[in-house]
């Protein structure tokens, strides 16, 4: 099982195996296991008990040495055969644990990746959504400029047939050069964000 930004995929890995399909068998065998563990000290304890009143049962002289000997021998054996099991468990509890800790960790990494692609399509969205918006800005600004651009060839029309006084002429004309500039900034702004939310649109 990978747990690398490349996770491979059943068409190829065979052994690949979804971390919550992993995280769920593992689950299973946990809880039995857990409860052999238990069972095992459980039965140590008990064997740990015998050993000691056979000791105590020597001691008040209620058995023989060799009666001892041989009770003694086979409490042993029990209790070696049980420490032997109880180490296996503990091997495999670990190992569980080991392929529960990976699982988790990418499932985590999935979950992140799936946070952060949302996220991004999100972003990609309210990118798109205010750049239809200012487009529509954008080109109200265009249309002004040539309204403005028309009334100036209409304004020097008006110069040039002497119907207009030099001093309203430019009066009028500084107005419209202003309305100019202050558009030439509004469109040099809205230039710049449209480019930024093309950037985010695109990836």
């Known amino acids: 099982m990978s747990h690398g930004t490349d996770r491979p995929r059943a068409e190829d890995d065979p052994y690949y195996m979804d971390p919550k399909e992993v995280l ?8 039995a296991l857990r409860k052999s563990y238990a069972e095992v000290k ?5 064997v ?3 050993l000691n009143e056979l000791d105590k049962r020597l001691a008040r002289k209620e058995i023989s040495e060799k009666e001892h000997l041989n009770e003694y021998h086979k409490s042993w054996q029990m209790s070696t ?5 109880k180490r296996e468990v503990e091997s495999r509890l670990f190992e569980i644990q080991k392929e529960i800790r990976k699982a988790n960790k990418e499932l985590k990494q999935m979950d992140e ?7 991004i399509e999100q972003e990609r969205t309210n990118a798109m959504i205010e750049w ?3 487009k529509q ?10 309204e403005i651009n028309t009334e100036m060839d209409k304004l020097e029309v008006l110069r040039k047939a002497g119907k207009i006084s030099n001093e309203e002429f430019s009066k009028r004309r500084v107005e419209q050069i202003r309305g100019l500039a202050e558009l030439s900034i509004v469109e040099s702004d809205v230039k710049k ?7 985010i649109i695109r990836g």
Not at 24 to 31: A, D, G, I, P, R
Not at 81 to 85: C, F, G, I, K, S
């Open 137 to 146: 800005g954008f080109d109200l600004v265009r249309n002004r400029r040539r």
């Open 193 to 199: 964000r449209l480019g930024e939310l093309l950037d």
């Open 113 to 119: 990746e799936r946070i952060r692609k949302e996220k």
């Open 132 to 134: 239809m918006s200012l």
């Open 81 to 85: 055969q049980l420490v032997r099991v």
């Open 48 to 50: 740990q008990e015998e």
């Open 42 to 46: 459980s039965q140590l304890a008990k």
């Open 24 to 31: 769920s068998q593992f689950s299973v065998e946990w809880v």
